[in-house]
C-alpha cells in the first residue's frame, strides 16, 4: 500500500508539472499571436530552427534555456510567462499619447541608424527622459507612468501607442539582427514636426540621447538598475516619479551639475588652465 502510494504521489506530481508546462507553453503561443508572428520569426528571434521552436512552443521540450530571449522578445516578465490571463494594453489618455508620440518619435530619428538602440533602449531614454526632466523642472514631460520589469522600466501603455503609430502610418517595425540578437526597431515614416520637443526639451532629450547612445541594452539595463526610483520599486509596479528626490550621483541631476561644477572650479584654479586662458586671451588680441 505504501508503495502504491507512493507512487500516487508520484504521478499526481509529475502531472502536476506537466500541466504547469503546458499552460507556460500556452502563454507562449498566445504572446506570439498576440504580436501577429509566425513560428518562423520567433525562431528566427531566439536563433533556433522552426522545428525547434514548434517542440517549445507545443511543450515538447523545455523552455527553460529560453526564459531571457521570450522576456526580451515578448517584453514582458517571468512571472507573466506563468500566467494564464495575460493583460492587454490598456489605452493611453490622448494629450498623454501625443507628447509621448512626439517625444518617441524624435528619439528615434535621431538614433535610427545607431545599431544599438532598439526597444528596450528607447524604453530607458524614455525613462531617463521623463525622470530627469522632472528632476530638474518639477514638470512632467509627456505624463507617462513607467512599470519595474525585472530587468528594465517600461513606459506603460508603450505597445498601444507603438500599434497605433503603425496604424497611422507614422512608424514601421522591423527586426533587424545586431551580434547575436534579433532587435525590435522603428523607422519613421512620415515628415517629422517638432512642435513638442523644442527649446530646452530639444536640448535636454538631446542630451539624454548623448548620454547613452554608446551603451547596449546590457550596459543601459546594469546602469538602471542602479537608479533609486527603480531600485526601491517592486516587481510590475508603477515607479513613483517623486523618488527621483532620493537620487544619488551620478543618477541626479543636480548632483552631476554640482560634480560638473567641482571640476570647472578645479580646472579654473589650476596654474597650467589658467595660462592656456591667457594664452587664449592673447591670441585673441592679437586678432
Known sequence: MRINFAIMIYYSVGFILISKDIMDYKIIRQLRKEHNWTQDQVAEMLWVSRVTYNLIENWRTSRDPYIDQF????????????????????????NIYEKSKELI???????SQLPNVWKTVLYKMLYFCEFDWFEETWERFTWMDFIKLPKWPAPQGFDFMINKMFKDNEIIPVNARFMW???????INRRLENVFIVGEKQKFVDSIIDRFK???????????????????TSDMNVIDINLVNSRMYPYSVKARKMALD????????????????????LYEDVI
Do not use: G
Not at 518619435?105 to 538614433?111: D, E, G, P, V
Not at 541594452?217 to 526601491?232: G, Q
Open 71 to 94: 522576456q526580451d522578445i515578448f517584453d514582458v516578465s517571468f512571472s507573466a510567462l506563468e500566467c494564464t490571463n495575460i493583460q492587454k494594453e490598456k489605452s493611453v489618455d490622448v
Open 105 to 111: 518619435l524624435y528619439i528615434i530619428s535621431k538614433t
Open 181 to 187: 540578437y534579433t532587435q525590435q526597431r522603428y523607422l
Open 214 to 232: 554608446e551603451m547596449n541594452a546590457s550596459e543601459i539595463s546594469e546602469y538602471s538598475h542602479w537608479d533609486i526610483p527603480w531600485k526601491v
Open 262 to 281: 567641482q571640476d570647472l572650479n578645479q580646472l579654473t584654479n589650476n596654474p597650467a588652465f589658467s595660462f592656456l586662458l591667457d594664452e587664449e586671451d
